[in-house]
């Protein structure tokens, strides 16, 4: 018996290496211990084109130079149109030739490009992607595509990829300048969790007054919601998502200082907030009370001032 016992620990040891090994691979990115493996931060990956404001932006990351080094990398860019979902050709914008090429280091790289760089080359079913940015729709938007190119000769198509949206003014990337969180009328979490947690807040236009929040819920990562600005810089919050949904945070009814004022005591919720304070440097704040309600248990409540990033 304790012979059989201890071919079975032999078995079920050589299993375990043997899936461990098999974990090592990335069916996405390609043998991350072969190389090829590129990476952009967060932030890298959505980016908010803003219609007339003539910006360069620019992508950086890093590719891990494994045993077969990665030579350089392929830009590609095409074009979806929101309105109609066709996308276009894929054009080979840039290749960056890597000249870092030690063994196990994460060599950078960086791409730059206008809106003439993004359009130009393009076509859809009806002609060209028009060259006047003004042209474009509010939730367009750009594709940029990674492929690294081995030594071996082999390509490997990244999973990463940057999304420019065409949005509004008050679409990018925001940093959070105040933020309290009030569970059940327990200050919980303060700006500093903001800063620990979500030190960035990602925001896209759905269209001229609609607002996606791609992340964060306050402080709580994974959470998808919306907003509105309306001609007088007014915040307000919709009842259902543009696909007609409920909106909830973290998965629990979303309550506002309009649909439930006593919910929300620990918050402000007159004139100082709930709007957009514009800044000449580009740098706009958001001021925001809202929350969400557990049934059984009480209100989850939370302020925020966020500051447009404009570098």
């Known amino acids: 018996?304790?012979?059989?016992?201890?071919?079975?620990?032999?078995?079920?040891?050589?299993?375990?290496?043997?899936a461990c090994v098999d974990n090592n691979n990335d069916e996405l990115t390609g043998d991350a211990i072969t190389g090829g493996l590129l990476t952009i931060s967060d932030q890298m990956k959505s980016i908010a084109y803003v219609v007339g404001d003539g910006a360069t932006y620019t992508v950086t990351?890093?590719?891990?130079?494994g045993n077969d080094q990665t030579n350089s990398i392929d830009v590609y860019?095409?074009?979806?149109d929101s309105k109609t979902r066709e996308t276009s050709n894929?054009?080979?914008?840039?290749?960056?030739?890597?000249?870092?090429?030690?063994?196990?280091?994460?060599?950078?790289?960086?791409?730059?490009?206008?809106?003439e760089d993004l359009s130009s080359d393009l076509n859809l079913s009806d002609g060209p992607?028009?060259?006047?940015?003004?042209?474009?729709?509010?939730?367009?938007?750009?594709?940029?595509?990674?492929?690294?190119?081995?030594?071996?000769?082999?390509?490997?198509?990244?999973?990463?990829?940057?999304?420019?949206?065409?949005?509004?003014r008050f679409a990018g990337r925001y940093a959070p300048l105040v933020g309290?969180?009030?569970?059940?009328?327990?200050?919980?979490?303060?700006?500093?969790?903001?800063?620990?947690?979500?030190?960035?807040?990602?925001?896209?236009?759905?269209?001229?007054?609609?607002?996606?929040?791609?992340?964060f819920f306050g402080p709580f990562a994974e959470n998808e919601w919306y907003f509105e600005i309306d001609n007088n810089d007014n915040i307000t919050y919709p009842d259902n998502t543009p696909s007609g949904d409920a909106q909830t945070g973290n998965g629990q009814?979303?309550?506002?200082?309009?649909?439930?004022?006593?919910?929300?005591?620990?918050?402000?919720?007159?004139?100082e907030s709930?709007?957009?304070?514009?800044?000449?440097?580009?740098?706009?704040?958001?001021?925001?009370?809202f929350g969400y309600f557990t049934e059984g248990s009480g209100s989850r409540e939370f302020y925020q001032e966020l500051e447009k990033i404009t570098d």
């Open 253 to 271: 009814p979303f309550i506002t200082c309009a649909s439930n004022l006593a919910d929300l005591s620990n918050i402000p919720c007159g004139s």
């Open 61 to 65: 990351g890093s590719v891990f130079q």
């Open 1 to 18: 018996m304790n012979k059989i016992k201890y071919y079975l620990l032999i078995l079920f040891s050589i299993v375990t290496v043997i």
């Open 274 to 289: 709930n709007k957009v304070i514009r800044s000449n440097d580009g740098k706009d704040k958001l001021i925001m009370s």
């Open 77 to 80: 860019i095409s074009f979806t």
């Open 90 to 115: 894929e054009k080979l914008y840039k290749s960056i030739d890597m000249t870092n090429t030690s063994i196990g280091s994460h060599a950078p790289f960086s791409v730059s490009f206008s809106y």
């Open 180 to 215: 309290e969180y009030y569970r059940i009328g327990v200050l919980t979490y303060s700006t500093a969790d903001w800063l620990s947690f979500c030190p960035e807040t990602l925001i896209e236009s759905v269209n001229a007054s609609t607002y996606r929040v791609v992340e």
């Open 129 to 168: 992607v028009s060259a006047d940015d003004t042209q474009l729709n509010i939730g367009d938007f750009f594709n940029v595509r990674y492929e690294s190119k081995l030594a071996s000769g082999e390509t490997v198509t990244n999973s990463v990829s940057t999304k420019v949206s065409v949005g509004t």
